[in-house]
T-cell receptor, first 114, second 115 residues
Framework: KAGVTQTPRYLIKTRGQQVTLSCSPI?????VSWYQQTPGQGLQFLFE???????NKGNFPGRFSGRQFSNSRSEMNVSTLELGDSALYLC?????????????FGPGTRLLVL | AQSVTQPDIHITVSEGASLELRCNYS??????LFWYVQSPGQGLQLLLK??????LVQGIKGFEAEFKRSQSSFNLRKPSVHWSDAAEYFC?????????????FGAGTRLTVKP
């Protein structure tokens, strides 16, 4: 079975732009979670989707948004990029929400904001 | 809100030596506890998790962890470290089921393995 796929793997943007990151979960998985990893703040939970519905959202500003499609693929969008948004963005999938099933992580998308 | 503390930022051990990585959590109810490993340029891989039951949990790659409620700890151990274990290790705590499912991660412990 193919693992979690994230595209693109690397991205460079400038302040004020917006960006969309994509995550394809493992086949059959319906839950997708997003995390931000930075040297200063470490790993922080962004949001979780299950069957196209956002179940939970972490403590991030409204510039961060996401969605999940009927095929369970998920996208996250960051509008009006700031330098501090430079990070590794990780996506994780599981059959059901994480508290019931093991999450499998993708390799991440590394975003650099200049 | 729950929180996780990994007191050791960096640990160096010799290959073949035993390993213990510390993790302390703060949470009012029974937490859901995880250990993940991250190799450079990679995503996270789950080593083991504790939801309930036996407080000694066996994971992959020869790792185990023990949940100690009285000490609010969930330390990760391995009896004999291999060079391939060099990576960053993260302890995480999850909130109660069906209620505010927010995972919190520790800052991580970087493990270096000496030949």
């Amino acid at each position: 079975k193919a693992g979690v796929t994230q595209t693109p793997r690397y991205l460079i943007k400038t302040r004020g732009q917006q960006v969309t990151l994509s995550c394809s979960p493992i086949s059959g998985h319906r839950s997708v979670s997003w995390y931000q990893q930075t040297p200063g703040q470490g790993l922080q939970f962004l949001f979780e989707y299950f069957s196209e519905t956002q179940r939970n959202k972490g403590n991030f500003p409204g510039r961060f948004s996401g969605r999940q499609f009927s095929n369970s693929r998920s996208e996250m969008n960051v509008s009006t990029l700031e330098l501090g948004d430079s990070a590794l963005y990780l996506c994780a999938s599981s059959s059901y929400p994480w508290e019931q099933e093991t999450q499998y992580f993708g390799p991440g998308t590394r975003l650099l904001v200049l | 809100a729950q929180s996780v503390t990994q007191p050791d930022i960096h640990i160096t051990v010799s290959e073949g030596a035993s390993l213990e990585l510390r993790c302390n959590y703060s949470y009012g109810a029974t937490p859901y506890l995880f250990w993940y490993v991250q190799s450079p340029g990679q995503g996270l891989q789950l080593l083991l998790k504790y939801f309930s039951g036996d407080t000694l949990v066996q994971g992959i790659k020869g790792f185990e962890a023990e949940f100690k409620r009285s000490q609010s700890s969930f330390n990760l151990r391995k009896p004999s470290v291999h060079w391939s274990d060099a990576a960053e290790y993260f302890c995480a705590v999850g909130a109660e089921r069906y209620n505010n499912n927010d995972m919190r991660f520790g800052a991580g412990t970087r493990l270096t393995v000496k030949p």
